[in-house]
């Protein structure tokens, strides 16, 4: 079994995110965004697939 440990937490502060408590996956975080969370409040919201070609479309429909 192993364990993981933050090199930014200092005593339970995070050095990088101005000294507050450390709270892994919070905004600031060096894992905010790249993992998932149980906590949603933790996780980036999913994002919309983008309709690239429709766009496209509609805006060459524009400079006619």
Do not use: I, Y
Not at 28 to 52: E, I, M, S, T, Y
């Amino acid at each position: 079994m192993s364990a993981w440990g933050c090199p930014h937490e200092c005593a339970g502060k995070c050095a990088h995110v101005n000294n507050l408590p450390c709270d892994p996956g919070m905004k600031g975080c060096v894992l905010f965004g790249r993992f998932r969370f149980a906590d949603p409040g933790k996780n980036r919201p999913k994002k919309q697939p983008a309709d690239h070609e429709a766009t496209a479309r509609r805006n060459d429909d524009d400079k006619q």
